[in-house]
Each structure stands twice: as C-alpha cells, then as structure tokens.
Nanobody
Framework: QVQLIESGGGLVQAGGSLRLSCAVS????????MGWFRQAPGKDREIVAA????????FYAGSVKGRFTISRDNAANTLYLQMDSLKPEDTAVYYC??????????????????WGQGTQVTVSS
C-alpha cells in the first residue's frame, strides 16, 4: 500500500523559510515522478514543483522559481520542498503526490496517482 505523509508546515513570517517533507511508504521514491502541489482557499490546486523519476529532471512554477527547491533522499525514501523567501501569497495547503516510474516531469494533477493529506503553510505579513 502506497502512503504519502507530509510534514513541516507551519506559520512563518514573510521572508522566512520552511522545509516540507513527504515520507513515502510502499514504493521507492527515486524511481517515481514526484510533485508538490498547493491549494489556497477559493483557488484551484496548482503545481508548485516536480521531479521526474530516475533522471531527476525538475520543474518549478514561475511564481516559486528561484525560491523553492525540490529534492529527495532515496535512502530515507523522502521527498522535500525547501521554501525560502516566503511570501504571503504562498499560504496554502501543500500536497505531496506520486506519479509513474518514468523519466518525464509531470506538471498536471491528473498525472499523479497517490496523494498525501496535505500540510498547512501560512505566511504572515
């Protein structure tokens, strides 16, 4: 059974940093496409960052490029999202998701088969 459990969310002031973790059970995190999505109240779920399976090609939404970094620790079977220079508009529930074992970056929610339950990130001004 594949399970994804996010952690690391919380309250931070603008300009601060947080690191989100996604602990994965049931599949090797390095072989599968993985992504971070977020959803703010009244907004659609949107891609934040993604990393492809095997070759680790990455993608970042324009709004977070240069501020966020997606990575994984294969030994720990954990996906990370390092978030720096946070802005109030980054406030949302952040979701970890897993796709298929392909060397292709997936940027749409429909490409992902498994989802975590989300972790709240709140950035105050």
């Amino acid at each position: 059974q594949v399970q994804l459990i996010e952690s690391g969310g919380g309250l931070v002031q603008a300009g601060g940093s947080l690191r989100l973790s996604c602990a994965v059970s049931g599949r090797p995190v390095g072989n599968y496409g993985m992504g971070w999505f977020r959803q703010a109240p009244g907004k659609d779920r949107e891609i934040v960052a993604a990393i492809s399976g095997i070759i680790s090609e990455t993608f970042y939404a324009g709004s977070v490029k240069g501020r966020f970094t997606i990575s994984r620790d294969n030994a720990a079977n954990t996906l990370y999202l390092q978030m720096d220079s946070l802005k109030p508009e980054d406030t949302a529930v952040y979701y970890c998701a897993a796709a298929n074992p392909r060397p292709v970056v997936r940027t749409t929610a429909s490409a992902y088969n498994y989802w975590g339950q989300g972790t709240q990130v709140t950035v105050s001004s």
